[in-house]
């Protein structure tokens, strides 16, 4: 069965500070699918990124960075100057051969950012 | 513009009044999919649908049914709902969920009374 684990349930930070979300996942598989969603307060689910388990490579977008380890079964996500519009609930999630049509959502980490 | 439509954004009702969230989306997308929200549970599966007539049980299908005889549409049905199915609701489409992911819609805030 897989599963995704978001430990930090809150992370408060100050406005232009770096902070990182972790999400540490776990599947038999040896090709799966991992995904980064944001919630804004408005509640919508925003995609953000989709990496496959066989590219490791990290990822910059503008502010946002992505690690994937698969010696640590991790996928980071990074913020790096945080602005206050980041404030959202975050959602790592997992998709593999077990179950094309699922996604398995970690339980979220919510970050507040204060200017 | 490509989206998946909800409706409707917020609704009260009372325990054992059927009620239909309906979903529609625009991307002639095979698979979709009902999620429910949930405050530190973060986001379950409630039924899915791989295409027309084909529907499965996804990890919470209790007290819900859905039904997919138009490709565009995969409404959420709640027979008799109860306090316990209050919660957020998410319709979500995708071509191919393990390689796109899904789109979601904006959300249905459920609160039955």
């Known amino acids: 069965a897989q599963k995704v684990t978001q430990a930090q349930t809150e992370i408060s930070v100050v406005e232009k500070e770096d902070v990182t979300l972790d999400c540490v996942y776990e599947?038999?598989?040896?090709?799966?699918?991992l995904f980064w969603y944001k919630q804004p307060p408005s509640g919508e689910l925003v995609f953000l990124i989709r990496?496959?388990?066989?590219?490791?490579q990290n990822e910059i977008s503008g502010r946002y960075s992505w690690n994937f380890q698969k010696s640590t079964s991790s996928f980071n996500f990074t913020i790096t100057a945080s602005q206050v519009v980041d404030s959202a609930v975050y959602f790592c999630?997992?998709?593999?051969?077990?179950?094309?049509?699922?996604?398995?959502f970690g339980k979220g980490t919510m970050l507040l950012v204060s200017p | 513009e490509a989206q998946v439509t909800q409706n409707p954004r917020y609704l009260i009702t009372v325990t054992g009044k059927k009620l239909t969230v309906t979903c529609s989306q625009n991307?002639?997308?095979?698979?979709m999919s009902w999620y429910r929200q949930d405050p530190g549970l973060g986001l379950r599966q409630i039924y899915y649908?791989?295409?027309?007539?084909?529907?499965d049980k996804g990890d919470v299908p209790e007290g819900y049914k859905v039904s997919r005889k138009e490709k565009r549409n995969f409404p959420l049905i709640l027979e008799s709902p109860s306090p316990n199915q209050t919660s957020l609701y998410f319709c979500?489409?995708?071509?191919?969920?393990?390689?796109?992911?899904?789109?979601f819609g904006s959300g249905t805030r459920l609160t039955v009374v």
């Open positions: 979500a489409s995708s071509k191919t969920p393990d390689l796109y992911g899904y789109t």
């Open positions: 599947t038999r598989d040896t090709t799966y699918y």
């Open positions: 990496r496959n388990s066989f590219d490791e």
């Open positions: 999630a997992l998709s593999d051969s077990s179950g094309y049509s699922t996604l398995t």
């Open positions: 991307m002639n997308h095979e698979y």
């Open positions: 649908s791989m295409n027309v007539e084909v529907t």
